[in-house]
């Protein structure tokens, strides 16, 4: 079981249960559909928490709405430390995505702009670049760095889970879009997982794995510390 929150919910807690998920022979998940659409529906909790299937539970009525976002149409603007902007377009801003099992989003990077070495927990990625050039990769779990230099109007591939990043290394602005085989990849990116995790990993994890020493690690943690 997890527990998420939905924007057209009034806030409070959900917890996802999975009996209308069925398990295929190499051990990955599908959605076993029973109507043609289910639209995420606003939920109605009451003491704090909700019980419903994985994903979102089904409104009765659908509109076009449901399935429409302009979001991507626009650059996003590009004003942090890492030079690049995601705008995702997933179940979040589509509730009629809920069930199909696919998501897209928006990059936009700056000049010299990373999309920092991250993961999708729950998707492949592939994307296809809008504008100006890319440096790419992926690691494998043999620690191997497979990497391309990438241009307007092609695309590159991100396995399911595997550590992956994107590099503007022009002098002008880059974007991409991305698409995904999920309603809801998830994101972890490692650097802030690992030093700006709530409540924090202790230090002691850190220094051996990093092999650095413990005010390194502080220091580093506090660039990655949640606003206040």
């Not at 289910?38 to 449901?66: E, L, P, Q, T, Y």
């Not at 590009?78 to 995702?88: C, H, Q």
């Not at 729950?122 to 990497?147: H, K, N, P, Q, W």
């Not at 396995?159 to 022009?170: M, S």
């Amino acid at each position: 079981m997890q527990t998420f929150t939905h924007p057209h919910s009034s806030g409070a807690s959900i917890t996802k249960i999975d009996p209308s998920l069925k398990g295929d022979s190499s051990g990955n998940w599908q959605w076993k559909l029973y109507a043609d659409v289910c639209v995420a529906a606003a939920m109605r909790c009451s003491g704090g928490a909700c019980i419903k299937v994985n994903g979102f539970v089904c409104k009765n009525n659908a509109s076009a709405a449901d399935f429409f976002f302009a979001g991507l149409a626009k650059p996003g603007v590009v004003n942090n430390v890492v030079g690049s902007i995601v705008t995702p377009a997933n179940v979040m801003q589509i509730p009629g995505l809920n069930t199909l099992g696919v998501s897209m989003a928006r990059i936009d990077y700056a000049p010299g702009g990373l999309n920092p070495p991250h993961t999708h927990p729950r998707a492949t990625e592939m994307i296809f670049v809008l504008e100006g050039e890319l440096d790419v990769g992926f690691i494998t779990t043999a620690d191997v760095l497979i990497s391309k230099h990438i241009m307007k109007g092609e695309n590159f591939v991100f396995p399911r889970g595997l550590v992956h990043f994107q590099k503007n290394n022009g002098k002008v602005p880059a974007a991409v879009i991305a698409g995904f085989n999920s309603q809801l990849p998830g994101t972890q990116v490692i650097a802030a997982t690992l030093f700006g995790a709530t409540p924090p990993v202790p230090d002691n994890v850190l220094t051996i794995a990093f092999q650095i020493d413990a005010k390194e690690v502080e220091k580093i943690k506090s660039k990655f510390a949640p606003n206040k």
